[in-house]
T-cell receptor, first 113, second 111 residues
């Protein structure tokens, strides 16, 4: 079985641009969460989706948005990119939200110049 | 607000030693606690998941314990090997279903 897959793996964008990151969860997993990890720090929660509905939102500006599709894949969108958005963006999938193990993809390294 | 702390931030030990990594959390109302490994520039690999009703979990040379009353979890690595070198992170699943993370312990095993 394939694990969590994220695309692209690396991305370079210019300040003010928009970016879309994609995530495909493990087959059978209905919950997808997004995290931002700045170098040297632990990940920070951005969004959680379960059964295509938003179940949680972290302390991020409205420039960040996400959605989950009927096949449970997900997109994270970031508008008006800032230098401070440069980070590793991680997607996690789990069978459901609370009690089950979270599995992560390899991440998307976003660099804003 | 849940806060997770990992001490030490970095640890260097000779190969073959047994070692303990520490994780503390401020709010005992957690669903579970998960330990991860992260290699440089890579994603996160799940090592162990401990539910709030459990005291410990074991996988190979790894043993994780959980004491909710004291807000602590430990990851014990037996007979360390150079391949164990990585950053180890713990994350607590809080009452909002979010994973709240420590900053990690960077472990170096010297051959």
């Amino acid at each position: 079985d394939a694990g969590v897959t994220q695309s692209p793996t690396h991305l370079i964008k210019t300040r003010g641009q928009h970016v879309t990151l994609r995530c495909s969860p493990i087959s059978g997993h209905k919950s997808v969460s997004w995290y931002q990890q700045v170098l040297g720090q632990g990940p920070q929660f951005i969004f959680q989706y379960y059964e295509k509905e938003e179940r949680g939102r972290g302390n991020f500006p409205d420039r960040f948005s996400a959605r989950q599709f009927p096949n449970y894949s997900s997109e994270l969108n970031v508008n008006a990119l800032l230098l401070g958005d440069s980070a590793l963006y991680l997607c996690a999938s789990s069978v459901q939200g609370a009690y089950t193990e979270a599995f992560f993809g390899q991440g998307t390294r976003l660099t804003v110049v | 607000k849940q806060e997770v702390t990992q001490i030490p931030a970095a640890l260097s030990v000779p190969e073959g030693e047994n070692l303990v990594l520490n994780c503390s959390f401020t709010d005992s109302a957690i669903y579970n606690l998960q330990w991860f490994r992260q290699d440089p520039g890579k994603g996160l690999t799940s090592l162990l998941l401990i539910q709030s009703s459990q005291r410990e979990q074991t996988s190979g040379r790894l043993n994780a314990s959980l004491d909710k009353s004291s807000g602590r979890s430990t990851l014990y690595i037996a007979a360390s090997q150079p391949g164990d070198s990585a950053t180890y992170l713990c994350a607590a699943r809080d009452s909002n279903y979010q994973l709240i993370w420590g900053a990690g312990t960077k472990l170096i095993i010297k051959p």
